[in-house]
């Protein structure tokens, strides 16, 4: 199984970016996927969620109407589109896939550094 997220980066304020997370070794479509992220000194915190068909999504009131979650489960592939970026998201920038609810089924990703700073 891996989870293997990309397109971090440092982006100035108000800028945007794209993460993408690829998937492997599991039915991906099956799957419920998020981004989490994690900034120095803080706990970990949920950002955003999309259903397994992605017909359902969700976000942290910190990122409504400024990220996007989608997925693509043609390409095994789960995206966080960024805008209007802001200091206080620099974190790293996590994907995580569960399914299943007696047993949970539960993955993540490695994580990616976004740093947003002029």
């Known amino acids: 199984v891996q989870l293997v997220e990309s397109g971090g980066g440092l982006v100035q304020p108000g800028g945007s970016l794209r993460l993408s997370c690829a998937a492997s070794g599991f039915t991906f479509r099956i799957y419920a996927m998020s981004w989490y992220r994690q900034a120095p000194g803080k706990e970990r915190e949920l950002v955003a969620t999309?259903?397994?068909?992605?017909?359902?999504?969700d976000y942290a009131d910190s990122v409504k109407g400024r990220f996007t979650i989608s997925r693509d489960n043609a390409k095994n592939t789960v995206y966080l589109q960024m805008s209007s970026l802001k200091p206080e998201d620099t974190a790293v920038y996590y994907c995580?896939?569960?399914?299943?609810?007696?047993?949970?089924?539960?993955?993540w990703g490695q994580g990616t550094q976004v740093t947003v700073s002029s």
């Open positions: 999309i259903s397994s068909a992605g017909g359902s999504t």
């Open positions: 995580r896939a569960t399914w299943g609810s007696v047993v949970v089924h539960d993955y």
